[in-house]
């Protein structure tokens, strides 16, 4: 299957509910409408943010997975790495309102937690309060993330089958400005040195599966720089999600990639890389490891999420290559039965 650039507006599903075949493919910028309905337990739907200054990571998510819905926040001291996540399950969709395309607004409410992801023209502003984060003390975050005019974003629909398939925008390196208040500290994120990501997915997937994901973001110069790969979960399909935006301009990756990791020992280096080309060459060295876990019956996700240093060289269309050292970022290894 061809890796087509889609230019016009398209819905993820046709009328069955099955993948809309002329959605598949990759953009620029969201043009896909995620129509998805039926398929009870198969659907997977989630808004994950990710925000990273020199001072610390700081990320939320709201999902739902058909049967529940999954809210969790975490916090990392980028000086002391004290770390602190809460989780929130709740049977079916209860408390949460996601709709179907990037461009509109979600919320969650629940047992003292309330978290907001509200759109507007220019802006998404990130609101979340949870009154009894640690120690029972809350987390409170006001954040307000710019939407720069004709900044691309990496958009891909990912097709296992008619039934099984995955739409996924990722918007990396955005400007983000406000504060954290969190364990007696207000952590200060400012454009000049911090960075917003989104991970946005709406989908049908099957009951097993594995993934690797890496994204970073940051200035190399004055290079504003995302970088986001992915790895196991679209091999097969004729479509990646790796890619590079660089000032705002995507550089699609359209080869899959390699991770080389020691499964023993996930604080190890990894090797990420294209096989083939020189598109993609990184070293990733983490100083952090975040272990998720769950095991409940036939649902199950064992997940680790290294939080480290990217070094290497990317590769553009045109092809120049960037190189660079300590780009602030992330890895991670998940196996889930869902």
Known sequence: MVAEEIITPVQLCDRKGKLNHESVGWSRTPLTSCNVAGSFLRKKKWNYWCFTSDEALFSVTISNLDYASAVFVYMLDL??????????????????????????????????????????????????????????????????????????????????????????????????????KWAARRYSFQPINAFATLDFGRGKWPYHSTWNWGAASGFIGDTRIGINLGGGWTEGTGQTENGMIVDGRLHKVSEEIDWVYDRHNYMKPWVIQTPQSRRVKLLFEPFYERVATKNAGVVQSNMRQLIGNYSGSVQLHEGDEIEFTNLLGWTEAHEAKW
């Open 79 to 180: 000086e002391t790495l004290n770390f602190k996540e809460q989780t929130i399950v709740m049977p079916f969709s209860r408390g949460t309102i996601m709709p179907d395309n990037v461009w509109e607004s979600v919320y969650f409410e629940k047992n003292g937690v309330r978290i907001e992801f509200i759109e507007m023209e220019d802006a998404t502003k990130i609101y979340v309060h949870w009154a009894n984060f640690h120690e029972g003390k809350p987390l409170e975050a006001h954040l307000l993330v710019d939407r720069v005019p004709d900044f691309d974003s990496l958009n891909v629909v990912i097709p296992w089958s008619s039934k099984r398939f995955q739409y996924t925008s990722k918007q990396l390196a955005l400007p983000v400005r406000g504060e954290v």
